[in-house]
């Protein structure tokens, strides 16, 4: 069946870009071994497969600090199997200033100690998986908690921070006063923590992250390097990609998320950076959540599907991690045939798209109910009466510190709401004898009890009130939902708590 000739591959958040058939790399390694490296001793700091910048940039300090802990031999860098594009073009420019070693050029025997950052896990060294029973002494850095190593190291040092960069970069900081970084460590270095925090903005940042990032300033990291390299620069196959998506994608809203899914086909072999695509798309169209399915094939045309996926931090309650874990079990009939992919065999385009579907019920059936105004409101509100004079109101309206307040009659249904700035303008025309019902602003936007979350979150923003009355169907005032609910739905601080409501 099609089933056996798809074969589903995972990458989520910043992706582990798919590799091309190893056969083609190793080929390429073979012909470019110098045979006059050998017969050496030395100690190797590995980054993991698919090497990015927070494994290169930890792999070279660990491999600097060890040019004094360990001195007697020297330590080389080894990326066991492929690079990422950003890593790649950086190589291209750098390679000549880094202490970087080729897989074959070293001989298990030889080596000595062997360093492993930004992993604990033997199956992400590649071909480098073997060294490790022969070393004398494994050391792993990382930075990844709550995952099972199964490597077996001497030392683990394991900090909570956002790039094992960080962890490194603090132990060369400690040996400052006889190891200078060079300007192209210190862009590393900084590049690494950059990668691995979304520049300082990912939830998994730490203060000891940015510390780090000053100190690689302060020792004369290129921010015009930064910048040139730092940034994903989408090829032309990319874009194309991208462009074909715009038009196909299909969207679906579900509890104020917005949820994307599309199949692309590259119309040949393998893609890289195809993660730089999804994240493109998801910004340029405002999804929430979005599922990139990629079909190609290889050398013998067995096609195969690669599922990237990308959250907003609005879909935090989306585990990735879990949606692409999933076996791509018995695939049943699909229904309806996506526009896209004109040159993958129907078969292919009817299967690739029903495992996008399940991956998309998956991502729908994570996503929490919201919750509705009546939940998000608070019930004891202050009000005032049309019947008030503006003094009266002035004085609650003081000493309650809020800015507007509802007008209610006596069976509390909503008049009008009050501004602060009214009563103000009132007391200093001298008419704070007037009424309230003279002053109070009667075309006031208000919700039902059952509104969910989303649409009471862009009617605040939209009113710019700061505030919205909960009324029921006979206009009886139940509540008001606030700015402050509506960030602490959000959960973006912790410190918002109850106590939070009192601000103005
Ligand atoms: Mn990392």
Known sequence: MLLT?????????????????????????????????????????????????????????????????????PTHVVMPRGVNPLVGRFLAYHKHLLPIRGFKTIRAVDIGAIGVVDTQSANRLGPAAAWLENASHVAVYDHHSCVDGDINPTELHLEPVGSVTTVLVEELQKHAHKIKLSETEATLFALGIRADTGALSFPSTTPRDGRALVYLMEQGASQLAIAEFGQARLSAVQRDLLASA?????????????????????????????????????????????????????????????????????????????????????????????????????????????????????????????????????????????????????????RIAKKAVPVIDDERKLMGMLKFSDVVKAEQAGKGQQLVKVWMRRDVVTIAPEAKFDKVEQ??????????????????????????????????????????????
């Open 246 to 398: 715009m038009r196909d994608v299909q969207s679906c809203e579900h509890e104020g998320l917005k949820v994307g899914t599309v199949c692309l086909d590259t119309g040949r072999g393998f893609v890289t950076g195809m993660s730089a695509v999804c994240e493109e798309l998801l910004q340029l169209l405002s999804f929430d959540a979005l599922l990139l399915g990629i079909t190609h094939r290889n050398a013998k045309q067995q096609s195969f599907l690669s599922l990237i996926g990308r959250c907003s931090p609005r879909a935090s309650a989306v585990d990735l991690n879990d949606v692409m874990g999933q076996p791509a079990v018995a695939v049943e009939e699909v229904d309806e045939l996506p526009r896209a992919l004109p040159n993958a065999p129907p078969s292919v385009v009817a299967e690739a798209r029903s495992l996008l579907n399940r991956a998309l019920e998956h991502v729908i059936s994570q996503v929490p109910e919201q919750p509705t105004a009546e939940d998000l409101m608070t019930k004891t509100v202050f009000s005032c009466s049309p019947g008030d004079t503006m003094e009266e109101a002035m004085k609650m309206m003081n």
């Open 459 to 504: 009617l605040i923003i939209d009113t710019g009130s700061g505030r919205l009355p909960v009324t029921d169907e006979n206009g009886v005032l139940l509540g008001l939902v606030t700015r402050t609910d509506v960030l602490r739905q959000h959960r973006m601080y912790g410190r918002l708590g109850r106590g939070a409501r009192r601000v103005r």
């Open 5 to 73: 000739m798809l074969a589903i591959t995972a990458t989520f958040y910043v992706g582990i870009p798919l590799r091309p058939p190893s056969t083609l790399r190793a080929r390429c390694v073979i012909a470019a071994t110098p045979k006059t490296e050998l017969d050496e001793a030395c100690n190797v700091v590995l980054t993991h497969t698919n090497t990015d910048f927070d494994s290169l940039a930890g792999a070279v300090a660990l491999a600097k600090l060890w040019s004094i802990e360990r001195p007697e031999v």
